[in-house]
């Protein structure tokens, strides 16, 4: 009777572990998907809802940045370069945030101009948008399906990782 009584609470136990992993898994799987929803401002001081970001179905690179980050500098203007042939090619859409603080947020604009950059630029001068994604280290880059799932990060930049990015747009694209 006990090695009943001990099979059983050996499986109820089974179970509710595994109930815990799946609830946990699915709580970190669902969270880190979908984009958040936090108001940042665009160049012009109109307020966008970041959970709204889209490209009609097709994939968007975000990348935060700030105008002294020579990293992020560096890569923007890389992808700068090439960004109307990955346009072209996959209709990509890339979107930077500056995480420039509200004292620096007049040098932005300029920024983008000097570099001619032709990216949507958002404002995240509360750095709330790079909490509610736990980005700790710029450049930090976020590749989203065309139904605004995250499919891929990473921080950080070397000469030609912009390569990467693109070859994953190509992926998404032929889903």
């Known amino acids: 009777m006990n090695n009943i009584n001990e099979r059983n609470k050996i499986n109820k136990m089974k ?6 992993t799946l609830t946990i898994a699915c709580t970190l799987y669902g969270n880190a998907q979908q984009l958040p929803s936090v ?13 709204t970001l889209s490209n009609d179905g097709k994939p968007i690179i975000i990348s935060f940045f700030a105008t002294w980050c020579k990293p992020c500098l560096r890569e ?5 370069e090439i960004y109307e042939e990955w346009q072209e090619e996959t209709g990509v ?3 930077a945030i500056s995480t420039d603080e509200a004292q620096n947020v007049n040098k932005v604009k300029p920024l983008v101009d000097r570099f001619g950059w032709n990216y949507e630029v958002l404002l995240d001068t509360n750095s709330d948008f790079k909490r509610a994604l736990n980005v700790n280290q710029i450049p930090a880059v976020f590749i989203i399906d065309g139904k605004g799932n995250i499919v891929e990060s990473r921080t950080g930049y070397t000469d030609g990782s912009e ?3 693109i070859e994953k747009v190509r992926e998404l694209i032929r889903k």
């Open 15 to 20: 179970k509710l572990l595994l109930f815990l």
């Open 39 to 51: 108001q940042v401002k665009n160049l012009d001081g109109k307020t966008v809802d970041t959970s």
């Open 93 to 95: 859409k890339v979107i």
């Open 163 to 165: 390569n990467h990015l």
């Open 76 to 80: 923007l203007n890389a992808i700068h």
